[in-house]
């Protein structure tokens, strides 16, 4: 597998899928901008892949979907996460930010995290 099947293996982490099989219009693209737009010409559109990528958070998986090292080849698995966060950005379905209200009160299993002292910091006195 080669950097020009790059666009396969993001549309697979993106969508969970072979969303871009090799010989799809697009599927040798390498860009981020290239491959949103193959994966748009593909069907795939922002709601469609929002939609994926919320089911997986919501049953706990992660997303951008990790791809097997045997399926990636010679790409990295950091290169192909910083493309498929590319190519989300490009389709406008990067993570959703949480925030927490920090006026909000502090939860029984927050209020004991505050209270654990790392090993590292010993004992002061």
Do not use: C, K, Y
Request: hydrophobic fraction near 45%; proline fraction near 7%; glycine fraction near 10%.
């Amino acid at each position: 597998m080669s950097e020009a099947e790059l666009a396969g293996l993001v549309a697979r982490s993106l969508t969970g899928e072979d969303a871009l099989p090799s010989g799809r219009s697009g599927a040798d693209a390498t860009q981020p901008a290239r491959i949103a737009d193959a994966l748009r010409a593909a069907g795939w559109t922002t709601d469609r892949i929002a939609a994926v990528r919320e089911a997986a958070i919501q049953a706990g998986h992660p997303w951008p979907f990790p791809v097997p090292a045997d399926l990636r080849g010679t790409v990295g698995a950091a290169q192909l996460l910083t493309a498929s966060w590319a190519v989300a950005g490009e389709l406008s379905v990067g993570a959703e930010v949480r925030l927490r209200d920090s006026s909000m009160p502090l939860s029984t299993h927050d209020r004991a995290l505050l209270q654990e002292r790392p090993p590292h910091h010993g004992n002061v006195g």
